[in-house]
C-alpha cells in the first residue's frame, strides 16, 4: 500500500524558514508527479505546489507562495519536499503530501497524513 | 484563473439521496476533468471520483460523479446515505499551471 509520510512541521516566528519533507514508499517514486496541498485551521484545502516526476523539471506553485516556497524531489531518497522562507502568519496550515494519479486527469490519488505548520510570534 | 464554487452545507436523512454541487466560474466545466475528494474529521482526504466520474477500487458505487454543461457544474450524488458519510466534500479541478480546490461542502447526515 502506497505510504506518504511527512514531517518537519513546528512552531515558527514570522519571517523564519521551515523544510518539510516527505517520506513515500510502496511505489516507484520516480514515476509520478508529487505536490503538497495544505489547510489552515478550519478552514479548506489550497493547492500550493506541484513537480513533474523523474528531473522535476516541470514545477509550479500557487501565486500566495510563489517566490517564498521551493518544492523539490529526491528520488533516490523517495522523498519530496518543501523549503519554505519569509513565512506569514497566513502560512499556518497542516501540510499534506499527495501523490498525483496516473490518468488523463491531473488529480491526488494519495494523500499523507499531513504535518502542521504554525507561524506565530 | 477560475474558481469552483460549492454550497457551504448540505443536510439530509439516512438512506436518502444527496447531491453535492461545484459551480465552474470562468471557463467550461468540460475544458478538464473533475475530482471529489472525502474529508472526515482529523482525517487526511480520500479520493472519491477522479475524471468526473470514475471511482477508485475500493469507493462504494453509492458514491457518483457527473458533469452538466448546461449549468457549467458537476455534481457528486450519494445514494443510501450512512451517517459515516458526514464529512467535508472537496471538488478539485486544474488548468495547464494550477491545481483549484472549491471550498468545500459539509455533509450532515441526521
Known amino acids: 500500500q502506497v505510504q506518504l509520510v511527512e514531517s518537519g512541521g513546528t512552531l515558527v516566528r514570522p519571517g523564519e524558514s521551515l523544510r518539510l519533507s516527505c517520506a513515500a514508499s510502496?511505489?516507484?517514486?520516480?514515476?509520478?508527479?508529487m505536490s503538497w496541498i495544505r489547510q489552515a485551521p478550519g478552514k479548506g484545502l489550497e493547492w500550493v505546489s506541484y513537480i513533474s516526476s523523474n528531473s522535476g523539471s516541470s514545477i509550479y506553485y500557487a501565486d500566495s507562495v510563489k517566490g517564498r516556497f521551493t518544492i523539490s524531489r529526491d528520488n533516490a531518497e523517495t522523498s519530496l519536499y518543501l523549503q519554505m522562507n519569509s513565512l506569514r502568519a497566513e502560512d499556518t496550515a497542516v501540510y499534506y503530501c499527495a501523490r498525483v494519479g496516473w490518468s488523463s486527469s491531473f488529480y491526488f490519488d494519495f494523500w499523507g497524513q499531513g504535518t502542521l505548520v504554525t507561524v506565530s510570534s | 484563473n477560475f474558481m469552483l464554487t460549492q454550497p457551504h452545507s448540505v443536510s439530509e436523512s439516512p438512506g436518502k439521496t444527496v447531491t453535492v454541487s461545484c459551480t465552474r466560474r470562468?471557463?467550461?466545466?468540460?475544458?478538464?476533468?473533475v475530482q471529489w475528494y472525502q474529508q472526515r474529521p482529523g482525517s487526511a482526504p480520500i479520493t472519491l471520483i477522479y475524471e468526473d466520474n470514475r471511482r477508485p477500487s475500493g469507493v462504494p458505487d453509492r458514491f457518483s460523479g457527473s458533469v452538466d454543461s448546461s449549468s457549467n457544474s458537476a455534481s457528486l450524488t450519494i445514494s443510501g446515505l450512512k451517517t459515516e458519510d458526514e464529512a467535508d466534500y472537496y471538488c478539485?479541478?486544474?488548468?495547464?499551471?494550477?491545481?483549484?480546490f472549491g471550498g468545500g461542502t459539509k455533509l450532515t447526515v441526521l
Open positions: 510502496e511505489f516507484t517514486f520516480s514515476d509520478y508527479y
Open positions: 478539485q479541478s486544474y488548468d495547464s499551471s494550477r491545481v483549484i
Open positions: 470562468s471557463g467550461s466545466i468540460a475544458s478538464s476533468f
